[in-house]
């Protein structure tokens, strides 16, 4: 038998003993944990066609448009895809397009460097870290749900009940009373700061219909969401759910649901600049549009995909939306009626009286209805939620 060379020898035993390392490292995790990790990131990372790491860190995963994650869907099975958007919707984007304030518009960072070849969508992988970060696997990429509190909007000799997440502080718009099929505005990208990894801030608007206890709602904007992405950069978000997220929908393509068109659009991506308090100003503007059986989804005036309407079945937003919602949203686990605050932000962290180039901002709110034309919302009325707090865990 031919004798191993010493060197050999010894890059052997190194690789054992590293080997022994990454084994004795990974112990310390329950077993039943990491069966589940396994599990998890086998469910939702698709097979690629091409993979990369943008220059942000986020790692890129460009899956085949006919085999991305939207197609699991128990109602989608036989879904044929359609790439562009009809005329028709087409127009109504430019005409909402042409609106837009003319200042310098953020780009997503990922495409600095790479891209997606023709025929395949960008899905942002999902890591290990990002499972080990999160304080429910079973639930990750959710909002998670908490029950809610009512409050009333009113306007003149009219008043509206608005049901609002619990747990939840919100500075909102709100548009009710009629039937909506669209929803548009022009949103400042801020990075906000989160205090506690389980928290998030988000910029958005919502569409919704139903009672919150069980309501369809699809919401686009951006969010920062440390438990979700692993950091508090804000990002480029979709999200929906058929019952106020106690059981089904999630955010971008992480469940089944969502059908991405654009090899350029990335659900989840950073932006390569966000606004900054008396410096630049950065904005992004989401379009939400029903036509027909489809809810299209634009931003800066390029589709990125769609969400069938018969994942909400026949009613609820399979029809229209009832409700309509501008503004910021923050989200604390450890609401309390006693202090001290969360040090989480919305928006810029600085109130309205601070005015343009300081205070975050919403421009052009606009809904469409069965008329097919941008309006303002009716009522146009305002509605804040405050709740003191505590929070002493998850601090980042």
Known sequence: MKRLDPFLMVLLVLCCYVVDAQTTLQSDLPVEKEIAIMEKLKQLNKPAVKTFQGEDGDVIDCVDIYKQPAF????????????????????????????????????????????????????????????????????????????????????????????????????????????????????????PRVEAKDEYSSGQFWLRNGPISNADSLEIGWIAYPDLYGDSSARFF??????????????????????????????????????????PQYSITPIDLKN???????????????????????????????????????????????????????GSGRFAYYHWGWAAFFSKPRVMGYSMSYDYPDPGQTVSTHVEETCTANKL
């Open 238 to 279: 979709v999200y929906w759910t058929k019952d106020s997220g106690i059981s089904t929908g999630c955010f971008n393509t992480i469940c089944p649901g969502f059908v991405q068109t654009n090899s350029n659009a990335l659900l989840g991506g950073k932006f390569s600049h966000v606004s900054t308090p008396g410096g």
């Open 72 to 191: 699991d869907h128990p109602l989608l099975k036989d879904h044929k895809i359609q790439i562009r958007p009809s005329d028709e919707t087409l127009a109504k984007v430019a005409e909402i397009s042409s609106m837009r304030t003319p200042n310098v518009l953020p780009t997503q960072l990922w495409r600095h460097n790479e891209s997606c070849p023709e025929g395949t969508v960008p899905i942002l992988r999902v890591q290990r870290l990002h499972l080990l970060n999160t304080s429910s696997i079973s639930n990750y990429g959710r909002k998670p749900w908490h029950g809610s509190i009512k409050r009333e909007v009113r306007s003149f000799n009219r008043s509206y009940p608005v049901e609002i997440n619990e747990l939840h502080e919100e500075s909102l718009l709100v548009g009710a009373g009629y039937s909506y099929i669209g929803a548009t505005a022009e949103i400042s990208v801020y990075n």
């Open 292 to 346: 027909y059986d489809k809810w299209w989804v634009f931003v800066q005036g390029k589709e990125v995909g769609y969400l069938p309407v018969k994942i909400f079945g026949d009613g609820g937003l399979g029809k229209a939306a009832s409700i309509a919602m501008f503004g910021g949203d923050v989200y604390s686990p450890c609401m309390k009626s006693q202090q001290p605050h969360t040090t989480t932000q919305m």
